[in-house]
């Protein structure tokens, strides 16, 4: 069974570009989240889908992050414009619905903005 | 404000060795303590994980011990090897519905020395 995976794995943009994010969660995972590591610092959570619902965004650093999740498949995080302080790895992981299920984490995207 | 406080940042140990990294929450409704192992390029991936109704478990060399009165817990690795080196990250999440997300420590950086 293939895991989460993500795309791109790897994006330098300049300050003000925009970028797009995407993650394939484990099919049948009704729960995805995002995540984000800056710079040896810690995990932190950004949003969490229950299918196409966002069922908590209180993560999402500012209206510059746009997430969305077609059908409740796969999921999208925008980022526009973006800024110096967006670079870091963004995580993406599911999980099936229930209590306390294990959330399977994608290798992430290294995003670096210049 | 960290909720999860995760040390020490890096640790060396010599193989066969003992290797523990602690954890400290702050949040009492946490009820579930998953910790993950992180290999270069790849994103995080479940080691083990407790609820707080035992104080510990124990899986292969990996054991978490958990003590619900400090609010810590900790990883143990016991006779470590080389293939142990990687980043761990201690978690903390509540599993009532819609609110899973994790919260995580700052992560150790764990050499094992042939």
């Known amino acids: 069974e293939a895991g989460v995976t993500q795309f791109p794995s790897h994006s330098v943009i300049e300050k003000g570009q925009t970028v797009t994010l995407r993650c394939d969660p484990i099919?049948?995972?009704?729960?995805l989240y995002w995540y984000r590591r800056v710079m040896g610092k810690e995990i932190k959570f950004l949003l969490h889908?229950?299918?196409?619902?966002?069922?908590?965004e209180s993560g999402m650093p500012n209206n510059r992050f746009l997430a969305e999740r077609t059908g409740g498949t796969y999921s999208t995080l925008k980022v526009q414009p973006a800024e110096l302080e967006d670079s870091g790895v963004y995580f993406c992981a599911s999980s099936l619905l229930g209590r306390g299920e294990t959330q399977y984490f994608g290798p992430g995207t290294r995003l670096l903005v210049l | 404000q960290q909720q999860v406080k995760q040390s020490p940042q890096s640790l060396i140990v010599q193989k066969g060795g003992i290797s523990i990294i602690n954890c400290a929450y702050e949040n009492t409704a946490f009820d579930y303590f998953p910790w993950y192992q992180q290999f270069p390029g790849k994103g995080p991936a479940l080691l083990i994980a407790i609820r707080p109704d035992v104080s510990e478990k124990k899986e292969g060399r990996f054991t978490i011990s958990f003590n619900k009165s400090a609010k810590q817990f900790s990883l143990h690795i016991m006779d470590s090897q080389p293939g142990d080196s990687a980043t761990y990250f201690c978690?903390?999440?509540?599993?009532?519905?819609?609110?899973?997300?994790?919260?995580f420590g700052q992560g150790t950086r764990l050499t094992i020395n042939p």
């Open positions: 099919s049948g995972h009704d729960n």
């Open positions: 978690a903390a999440s509540t599993s009532r519905r819609g609110a899973q997300k994790l919260v």
């Open positions: 889908f229950v299918k196409e619902s966002k069922q908590d």
